[in-house]
């Protein structure tokens, strides 16, 4: 036996073999997990696993350094309002039979923070974290007993059984509307947390940042609706004063790390005021999927 925490066993029930579909199980030490079939995926030492059709690779997720980024940030509680308004908004629409949500899928879910922050307020709950990458996937794993954390591809079929969870959540993250839609039980629901036109506004121009996409709501609708009913928005909104150092982990777990060098990022950030102001700004859309 490792020295590993135990596989959460309601957590490995939500999962399906990327092989054949079929429901997966625990192997003897919950070192990896085995399909009535003879399909078996290995648990990493960190303790996730790696859920890929044979021969497939996932695409490339973030990188250590962004991770590692992510994790510093996120632990701050610079984000706790986003984590607070996910959970408002996961909360808000409870199961067919009036119990609230047991089964959340957190895709794209990085590290899992904001997930095990709702898991914090549903107690009776378990989640997966589905990643690209196998560097969050190691975060995820040690966030919460009640967390399974999987390598997998957000694009292609989900290893995830149909029918089989309350909640998907979806934080700056790919949303696949027909393997949401699979995936989601009767009266089930997505939770989408997207930056507003005004989010980290005060470091766009003097750092360079991607822009909002003004098309952004008609887009999201636009890969969502064929396969889910939009059932309600939230925007949560607050400015925080930031250490510069917090700003130069902020903008280097996200997407713009990719478009600046660490020693442009941090030359540009030397010039801002001590503290920054910045505006967190996100909207929270959730979509239903019909019985």
């Not at 808000?92 to 997930?115: F, K, Q, V």
């Not at 005004?198 to 822009?211: F, I, K, N, Q, T």
């Not at 887009?219 to 930031?242: D, F, I, N, Y």
């Amino acid at each position: 036996m490792s020295g590993r925490r135990p596989l959460p066993a309601a957590a490995v029930a939500l999962l399906a073999c990327p092989g054949c579909g079929a429901p997966l199980a625990p192997v003897d030490g919950d070192a990896g997990l085995r399909c009535d079939a003879g399909h078996a995926f290995d648990r990493a030492r960190q303790g996730h696993v790696t859920l890929l059709p044979p021969g497939r690779t996932p695409p490339t997720g973030d990188s250590a350094q962004m991770v590692a980024d992510r994790v510093e940030f996120l632990g701050s509680g610079a984000f706790a309002g986003v984590s607070r308004a996910l959970g408002d908004a996961v909360l808000a629409g409870e199961g067919p039979a009036g119990e609230p949500p047991a089964t959340l899928l957190d895709l794209g879910g990085g590290t899992g923070h904001h997930l095990a922050a709702v898991l914090e307020r549903l107690p009776d709950a378990v989640g997966v974290v589905l990643d690209a990458s196998r560097y969050a996937a190691r975060r995820a794993a040690g966030v919460s007993p009640r967390v399974l954390a999987v390598v997998a591809d957000a694009w292609a079929r989900l290893p995830v059984r149909d029918a089989a969870v309350d909640r998907v959540l979806g934080v700056f993250a790919p949303r696949n509307g027909p393997e949401t839609a699979r995936v989601l039980a009767p009266g089930g629901r997505l939770v989408v947390v997207t930056p507003a036109p005004d989010h980290l506004v005060e470091l766009v121009a003097p750092l360079g940042l991607l822009r909002v996409d003004p098309d952004k709501d008609a887009r999201l609708a636009g890969t969502l609706e064929p396969h889910l009913a939009h059932a309600a928005t939230t925007v949560h909104r607050e400015v925080r004063q930031l250490p510069r150092a917090d700003v130069v982990t902020l903008v280097g777990m996200g997407p713009h790390a990719r478009h600046l060098s660490p020693d442009a990022l941090v030359g540009a950030v030397a010039g801002l005021p001590e503290p920054v102001r910045v505006t967190v700004a996100v909207q929270v859309t959730s979509w239903v999927r019909g019985v």
